[in-house]
């Protein structure tokens, strides 16, 4: 199969060799990607434009954009409306707001154009090796495009949600969740820094990695970070969000559903900005770990 990537960003240029290693033909676009970049991926097909990337593509196209959320997603998701044809399939893989999506899958109909809201995580070493995908919009687009699925997600790790938004509706409460999760573990590691033991928080995270209740991926990416520096003495403890806490909040105050722990995540995120203590510079750590997410450094 053969496909078009628009944004090889962090987790599109990722998404892309995962493709390429499962015999999927990658055909790129992105304004702003460097040549040593493309040097170093020559396995991509890059174009200049959008138009090329559409034109090199044989219908029905399949199409994935990578962008980021928002006004990004909106203005290449319209240009490309005006370049594909009937029966084309467009994809988001961005974390766009659920809403958004089911606006988009509505236009797009309108025009013959089918469209999928993907969720994706694993961060960029999910997106290489492979993906969790959350998949939502046209279940006959989804059929289509279910074997690229099948051969860059992990095993068990994707499936069809239900109509537009859906995908993207499941994958802001799998961030929500993300939130308190990470920030368990930061609070934990607040309490092991308060201790008065003199503690080897690379042992500790690598024992809990090994066989306990909270092991898994959160919990390897704090290991990885404290190798890397044992005390996170290098990180200032903020931490940004990225929108999709807030969204799970709102959503769930619509709903009337009580989710307090992802709630005071979110607080505890703001707080950051302004108290930097140890529970956020590990999680700040884990978020650079998995996702690549900036840090801010002394």
């Known amino acids: 199969m053969k496909i078009g990537i628009i944004g090889l960003g962090k987790m599109g240029l990722n998404l892309a060799l995962n493709m390429l290693d499962n015999d999927i033909e990658v055909v790129g676009y992105d304004a702003y990607l460097s040549d040593t970049i493309k040097n170093e991926n020559q396995g991509i097909d890059y174009k200049g434009s959008l138009n090329d990337l559409v034109n090199s593509l044989e219908s029905p196209r399949i199409i994935w954009v990578m962008v980021p959320a928002g006004q990004p997603t909106t203005m290449v998701i319209d240009e490309l409306s005006a370049l594909v044809s009937e029966n084309d399939i467009i ?16 236009l797009l109909k309108e025009k013959n154009i089918f469209f999928l809201d993907v969720g ?17 919009g046209d279940k006959k687009a989804y059929d289509i495009v279910q074997p690229i699925f099948s051969k860059i997600a992990k095993e068990g790790g994707y499936d069809y949600m239900g109509e537009s938004g859906s995908g993207h509706f499941v994958k802001m409460v799998h961030n929500g969740i993300e939130y308190g999760m990470m920030q368990a573990i930061g609070e934990g590691f607040d309490i092991l820094e308060a201790s008065p033991f003199d503690l080897d928080y690379e042992k500790i995270a690598r ?7 909270i092991e898994g991926l959160l919990m390897d990416m704090v290991h ?18 990225s929108g999709e806490g807030q969204w799970t909040i709102e959503e769930a105050l619509k709903l009337k559903v009580s989710i307090p722990v992802i709630t005071q995540s979110l607080f505890s995120r703001y707080k950051s900005k302004d108290d930097h203590k140890f529970a956020e510079k590990v999680i700040a750590a884990m978020r650079n770990e998995f996702g690549g997410h900036k840090v801010y450094k002394k």
């Open 224 to 241: 990885e970070a404290i190798k890397k520096d044992p005390k996170l003495s290098n990180i200032i403890g903020r931490v940004d969000d």
């Open 91 to 106: 994809m988001d893989g961005g974390n766009s707001r659920y809403t958004e999506s089911i606006e988009r899958g509505k």
């Open 120 to 136: 994706t995580s694993g961060g960029q070493g999910g997106a290489r090796n492979g993906a969790c995908l959350m998949i939502g």
């Open 207 to 213: 024992v809990w990695s090994n066989g306990s209740i």
